[in-house]
Protein backbone atom coordinates (compact mmCIF):
# COMPACT_ATOMS: atom_id res chain seq x y z
CA UNK A 1 0.00 0.00 0.00
CA UNK A 2 3.42 1.86 -0.33
CA UNK A 3 3.53 4.92 -2.33
CA UNK A 4 6.94 4.38 -3.02
CA UNK A 5 7.76 1.25 -5.19
CA UNK A 6 11.17 -0.29 -4.78
CA UNK A 7 12.47 -3.63 -7.08
CA UNK A 8 14.03 -5.56 -6.20
CA UNK A 9 12.94 -6.85 -2.89
CA UNK A 10 16.23 -9.42 -2.32
CA UNK A 11 19.44 -8.89 -4.42
CA UNK A 12 22.28 -11.67 -4.02
CA UNK A 13 25.10 -10.87 -6.83
CA UNK A 14 29.26 -11.31 -6.91
CA UNK A 15 31.80 -8.40 -6.26
CA UNK A 16 32.27 -8.21 -10.55
CA UNK A 17 28.36 -8.31 -11.42
CA UNK A 18 26.73 -4.64 -12.23
CA UNK A 19 22.81 -4.09 -11.08
CA UNK A 20 20.87 -1.55 -10.83
CA UNK A 21 17.84 -0.78 -7.71
CA UNK A 22 15.15 0.84 -8.92
CA UNK A 23 12.34 3.24 -6.94
CA UNK A 24 9.26 4.70 -7.91
CA UNK A 25 7.50 7.24 -5.70
CA UNK A 26 3.67 7.27 -6.72
CA UNK A 27 3.51 10.91 -4.15
CA UNK A 28 3.92 13.60 -6.16
CA UNK A 29 6.91 14.72 -4.10
CA UNK A 30 9.73 16.32 -5.70
CA UNK A 31 12.73 15.03 -3.24
CA UNK A 32 13.87 11.38 -2.66
CA UNK A 33 16.62 10.14 -1.12
CA UNK A 34 18.82 6.69 -0.69
CA UNK A 35 19.44 5.36 2.25
CA UNK A 36 21.61 2.34 3.73
CA UNK A 37 21.16 0.25 6.56
CA UNK A 38 23.23 -1.89 7.76
CA UNK A 39 23.02 -4.33 11.30
CA UNK A 40 23.05 -2.42 14.41
CA UNK A 41 23.37 0.80 13.16
CA UNK A 42 21.68 4.10 12.17
CA UNK A 43 19.98 4.97 8.53
CA UNK A 44 23.27 6.13 6.60
CA UNK A 45 21.71 8.82 4.12
CA UNK A 46 23.43 8.21 0.84
CA UNK A 47 22.50 10.44 -1.73
CA UNK A 48 19.35 13.21 -2.31
CA UNK A 49 17.91 14.23 -5.01
CA UNK A 50 15.55 17.65 -5.52
CA UNK A 51 13.72 18.46 -8.82
CA UNK A 52 15.77 15.71 -10.33
CA UNK A 53 19.31 17.33 -9.50
CA UNK A 54 21.64 15.62 -7.25
CA UNK A 55 21.84 18.07 -3.94
CA UNK A 56 23.73 15.56 -0.99
CA UNK A 57 26.08 13.28 -2.34
CA UNK A 58 27.20 11.94 1.64
CA UNK A 59 31.15 10.66 0.64
CA UNK A 60 29.45 7.20 -0.69
CA UNK A 61 32.19 5.38 -2.87
CA UNK A 62 31.66 5.94 -6.77
CA UNK A 63 30.56 1.62 -6.99
CA UNK A 64 27.28 3.63 -6.06
CA UNK A 65 26.28 6.04 -8.65
CA UNK A 66 22.82 7.37 -8.75
CA UNK A 67 20.13 8.23 -11.46
CA UNK A 68 17.15 10.23 -10.91
CA UNK A 69 15.83 10.68 -14.83
CA UNK A 70 12.43 12.40 -13.61
CA UNK A 71 10.95 13.28 -10.38
CA UNK A 72 9.21 9.87 -10.09
CA UNK A 73 12.09 7.44 -10.37
CA UNK A 74 15.32 7.51 -8.77
CA UNK A 75 17.71 4.53 -9.38
CA UNK A 76 20.85 3.48 -7.69
CA UNK A 77 23.25 1.51 -10.16
CA UNK A 78 25.80 -0.76 -8.43
CA UNK A 79 29.00 -2.27 -9.82
CA UNK A 80 31.86 -3.82 -8.38
CA UNK A 81 30.35 -4.09 -4.81
CA UNK A 82 32.26 -5.23 -1.55
CA UNK A 83 31.30 -7.78 1.40
CA UNK A 84 30.57 -5.17 3.45
CA UNK A 85 28.38 -2.94 1.14
CA UNK A 86 25.36 -6.39 2.20
CA UNK A 87 22.54 -4.09 3.58
CA UNK A 88 18.85 -3.10 2.96
CA UNK A 89 18.90 0.07 1.43
CA UNK A 90 16.26 2.33 1.57
CA UNK A 91 14.56 4.23 -0.77
CA UNK A 92 12.10 7.79 0.36
CA UNK A 93 10.30 10.37 -1.14
CA UNK A 94 8.86 13.84 0.31
CA UNK A 95 7.64 17.36 -0.81
CA UNK A 96 10.70 19.47 -0.63
CA UNK A 97 10.96 21.51 2.97
CA UNK A 98 7.59 19.29 4.31
CA UNK A 99 7.86 16.32 6.47
CA UNK A 100 7.88 13.42 7.00
CA UNK A 101 9.58 11.05 4.21
CA UNK A 102 7.47 7.96 2.94
CA UNK A 103 10.22 4.88 2.63
CA UNK A 104 9.95 1.72 -0.02
CA UNK A 105 10.03 -1.52 1.31
CA UNK A 106 14.13 -1.27 0.54
CA UNK A 107 15.93 -3.83 -1.37
CA UNK A 108 18.11 -6.19 0.94
CA UNK A 109 21.31 -6.81 -1.21
CA UNK A 110 23.92 -9.63 -0.48
CA UNK A 111 26.72 -9.64 -1.83
CA UNK A 112 29.05 -12.97 -1.92
CA UNK B 1 29.14 12.48 18.37
CA UNK B 2 26.36 11.71 17.15
CA UNK B 3 23.03 13.67 15.51
CA UNK B 4 20.46 11.36 17.75
CA UNK B 5 21.23 9.09 20.53
CA UNK B 6 18.73 6.51 21.97
CA UNK B 7 19.20 3.29 24.26
CA UNK B 8 18.98 0.44 22.14
CA UNK B 9 17.26 -1.62 24.61
CA UNK B 10 15.99 -4.00 23.92
CA UNK B 11 12.60 -3.39 26.20
CA UNK B 12 10.66 -6.40 26.63
CA UNK B 13 7.13 -5.45 28.75
CA UNK B 14 4.06 -7.25 29.43
CA UNK B 15 1.27 -6.55 27.74
CA UNK B 16 -0.90 -3.75 29.15
CA UNK B 17 2.43 -1.79 30.74
CA UNK B 18 3.42 1.72 30.19
CA UNK B 19 7.11 2.00 29.03
CA UNK B 20 9.21 5.04 27.60
CA UNK B 21 11.89 5.84 25.31
CA UNK B 22 14.40 8.80 25.65
CA UNK B 23 16.56 10.23 22.72
CA UNK B 24 18.84 13.35 22.77
CA UNK B 25 20.05 15.34 19.48
CA UNK B 26 23.20 17.59 19.24
CA UNK B 27 21.68 20.11 17.07
CA UNK B 28 20.31 22.55 18.52
CA UNK B 29 19.29 24.57 15.47
CA UNK B 30 17.15 21.20 14.54
CA UNK B 31 13.36 22.34 13.65
CA UNK B 32 11.54 18.97 12.99
CA UNK B 33 11.27 15.92 14.96
CA UNK B 34 9.78 12.44 14.53
CA UNK B 35 9.18 9.16 16.28
CA UNK B 36 9.25 6.43 13.09
CA UNK B 37 8.24 2.73 13.88
CA UNK B 38 10.41 -0.42 11.70
CA UNK B 39 8.79 -3.64 12.05
CA UNK B 40 11.38 -6.23 11.43
CA UNK B 41 12.73 -6.56 7.96
CA UNK B 42 10.48 -3.62 6.88
CA UNK B 43 10.83 0.06 6.32
CA UNK B 44 10.58 2.48 8.42
CA UNK B 45 6.53 4.41 8.57
CA UNK B 46 6.11 7.46 10.53
CA UNK B 47 4.48 6.78 13.91
CA UNK B 48 4.31 10.44 14.86
CA UNK B 49 5.91 13.87 14.78
CA UNK B 50 6.66 15.75 17.83
CA UNK B 51 5.76 19.33 18.68
CA UNK B 52 7.39 21.52 20.91
CA UNK B 53 3.98 21.86 23.34
CA UNK B 54 3.93 18.06 23.82
CA UNK B 55 1.35 15.79 21.36
CA UNK B 56 -0.49 12.58 22.23
CA UNK B 57 -2.16 10.24 20.00
CA UNK B 58 -4.29 7.73 21.18
CA UNK B 59 -2.03 5.60 23.67
CA UNK B 60 1.30 7.46 22.00
CA UNK B 61 2.73 10.83 24.20
CA UNK B 62 5.43 12.53 22.59
CA UNK B 63 7.65 15.01 24.45
CA UNK B 64 10.05 17.45 23.30
CA UNK B 65 12.37 20.10 25.46
CA UNK B 66 14.88 22.05 22.81
CA UNK B 67 16.78 23.37 25.85
CA UNK B 68 18.14 19.73 26.92
CA UNK B 69 17.41 18.66 23.39
CA UNK B 70 15.67 15.24 24.58
CA UNK B 71 12.82 13.90 23.13
CA UNK B 72 10.24 10.84 24.39
CA UNK B 73 7.73 8.55 23.60
CA UNK B 74 6.15 7.14 26.11
CA UNK B 75 3.34 3.95 25.28
CA UNK B 76 0.49 3.13 27.46
CA UNK B 77 -1.46 -0.05 27.36
CA UNK B 78 1.19 -1.48 25.53
CA UNK B 79 -0.15 -4.02 23.04
CA UNK B 80 1.47 -7.39 21.23
CA UNK B 81 1.41 -5.31 18.17
CA UNK B 82 3.53 -2.44 19.22
CA UNK B 83 6.42 -4.82 19.17
CA UNK B 84 8.96 -2.67 16.85
CA UNK B 85 12.23 -0.75 17.01
CA UNK B 86 11.07 2.95 17.41
CA UNK B 87 13.41 5.55 15.56
CA UNK B 88 14.20 8.54 17.01
CA UNK B 89 14.16 10.67 13.43
CA UNK B 90 15.76 14.47 14.05
CA UNK B 91 15.71 17.11 10.86
CA UNK B 92 19.29 18.38 10.99
CA UNK B 93 18.85 21.33 8.51
CA UNK B 94 19.57 25.18 9.38
CA UNK B 95 17.81 27.23 7.13
CA UNK B 96 17.51 24.83 4.41
CA UNK B 97 13.92 23.54 2.75
CA UNK B 98 14.79 20.22 2.27
CA UNK B 99 14.43 17.54 4.89
CA UNK B 100 18.12 16.16 5.41
CA UNK B 101 16.94 13.26 8.38
CA UNK B 102 19.28 12.10 11.14
CA UNK B 103 18.70 8.55 12.44
CA UNK B 104 18.77 7.34 16.09
CA UNK B 105 19.99 3.33 16.05
CA UNK B 106 16.54 2.96 17.31
CA UNK B 107 15.43 1.04 20.55
CA UNK B 108 14.08 -1.89 19.88
CA UNK B 109 10.57 -3.14 21.81
CA UNK B 110 9.48 -6.55 22.54
CA UNK B 111 5.34 -6.66 24.01
CA UNK B 112 4.94 -10.43 25.94
CA UNK B 113 1.37 -11.72 26.16
Known amino acids: ETGVTQTPRHLVMGMTNKKSLKCEQH?????MYWYKQSAKKPLELMFV???????ENNSVPSRFSPECPNSSHLFLHLHTLQPEDSALYLC???????????FGDGTRLSIL | RKEVEQDPGPFNVPEGATVAFNCTYSNSASQSFFWYRQDCRKEPKLLMSVYSSGNEDGRFTAQLNRASQYISLLIRDSKLSDSATYLC??????????????FGRGTQLTVWP
Open chain 1, 92 to 102: ASSQEGVQPQH
Open chain 1, 49 to 55: YSLEERV
Open chain 1, 27 to 31: LGHNA
Open chain 2, 89 to 102: VVNGDRGSTLGRLY
